[in-house]
């Protein structure tokens, strides 16, 4: 049955849910600022990226956890009469009423039984309309445990505001994060190229695809490790390295000139493709059957010549087919030579494969190494930049110093390079630049120089690169030489020795291997532009080189 104490209980179990709340809270308080000042202490010896919002994790967890206390933690209503009585003084009045009127006493009707209930039922009923919560039932405080919070407080803010030297690692980890991020998009980005390239082998595609998911799967997850970062890029330009041939620049440029006199000798279109050098080939064995005997021995004899340069450059399959096509032409059987013209053709194919294997290698080499490059770049002007302010204030003390000294000097009279003034003059030993003086400074700041860089000045016009009459280039006139060779070495008093002499040597000859500087030039520069372009020359040397040769063209 319900008693009349219910409504007065339910409003005196509030206030006791609040009082037990700020005592969980008071109570736990000490224990999260703790938990926060070791965070901010050990964020000091370690970086951790976060460290503001993992100290603060503590106080709000125990914010959290305080509110639910008061808010869920539920006191039965003879529980918060047992305790209203105890605290009160009340003699268990109102636990006893409760407890009556909730299990009365079945058996017993009497008069005097009921009469008495009653009585007691009124007496705890005026008790509890005597309660003032706000008066009775005060909200608790304990000073220490406050005191002991502000002082964790007052603490965790000096560690939060105070420098922190943990701070310039994070600075440089996040540099090196970002920069690892901006280079594995840059590997997607090749790699794209690498997927569309149709003329790679399908394994060696693969495979590179392959080892390129996986270093920008490495650099999307580097938080910021620069050692692991140089790592990963090292074994891959290590693999690549160890699949990259030291003669492909040479075997394609060889290639390419065997296919252009093979597109000559068939009087064909100057097409450089590779269709059209197989196209010239076909024709080569086309024409053999309607050559003439010396004819096909000339042709016979181009053919071993180009062969000879294939097999020297490395590509037998190549080398074996034109022979084949050079015994055909002598001994005149069309068909040999239509199977060695498709064998040519076929190692073309295999041959422009490769060499497509090996650029797309030297993509990716060049890519890793200029990704190795601008993350250690990075983590270098992070470190300089976290650093700047500490060598600021060095600088500044040894500026002062400087100037301190270079006073002192000023003072006397007499020194070298000054008047009598005490003031430097220029030309006579002071420290004016290019005055040939020296400096009492203990450290000198950084030259630094303004301007742009000019072609070199010569005897002809002035800012411009003054032509060479002759230069040495005897691929240019087709010279053999005479066939001698003079080979030194060191005389060992073994042996004979043969002295010819001549009373009326002949006069000197030209040498045609002297020829003008224009005509040469663009043919220099055309093999250093496509041997740069095919080897792993880093980008920003790329256009260094070019830059170089644009300079070094003669005046029209």
Known sequence: MKSALTPYLVRFSRR?????????AQFTLPFAGITALLILVIGRLLPIENLLFYALLPPLLWLIASIGYTLFHRLPLLQVAAR????????????????????????????SY?????????????????IDPSHDLPLPFFRRRVLLTALEAALAAALIFAPNPMQDILIERQAIARQAQQQAQQIDRLRDQIQRNQAMTPQQ?????????????QLRENRGDLKQALADLSRLEDALQAKIDPKAAQRQATEQAIGDQLRALANSSSDSSLQATQEAL???????????????????QQLAQL????????????????????????????????QSAQAAAQALQQSQSQQANQQALNQALTQA??????????????????????????SGQQGQAGQGQSGQSQQGQGQPGQGQNGQSQPGQGGNQPGSGGGTTASQLPPGRRTGSATTPRGAGQAGSVTPLDKVYAPRATGSKGTGQMNVTGQDTSQGQTTTSQQNDPAGG???PSLVPYQDVYQEYFNSASQAIDQSSVPPEMKDYVKSYFSQLQPAP
Request: proline residues 1%; charged residues 20%.
């Open 369 to 394: 190494q200029s990704s190795r490059q601008a993350l250690a770049q990075s983590g270098k002007q992070a470190g300089q930049q976290a650093g700047g302010s500490q060598q600021q204030a060095q």
């Open 509 to 511: 000859l030209n040498n």
């Open 307 to 338: 062969a000879a340069r294939a097999a020297q450059a490395g590509d037998n399959q190549l080398a074996q087919a034109l022979s084949g096509m050079s015994q055909a032409a002598q001994s005149g059987d069309a068909q040999q030579a239509q």
């Open 282 to 300: 076909q024709k080569l064995a086309d024409q053999m059957k309607d050559m003439s005997p010396e004819a096909r021995q000339a042709l016979a």
């Open 16 to 24: 006791l849910r609040l009082r037990d709340g700020l005592h969980f």
């Open 205 to 217: 595609r693969d495979e590179l695809l392959r080892k390129l998911d996986e270093l920008s799967r």
């Open 84 to 111: 209203l009585d105890v605290e009160l003084g009340l003699k268990e009045r109102l636990s006893s009423s409760l407890a009556i009127a909730n299990h009365p006493l079945q058996n017993n009707h009497s008069e």
């Open 114 to 130: 009921s009469t008495l209930l009653a009585a007691l039922h009124q007496n705890a009923l005026q008790a509890a309309q005597g």
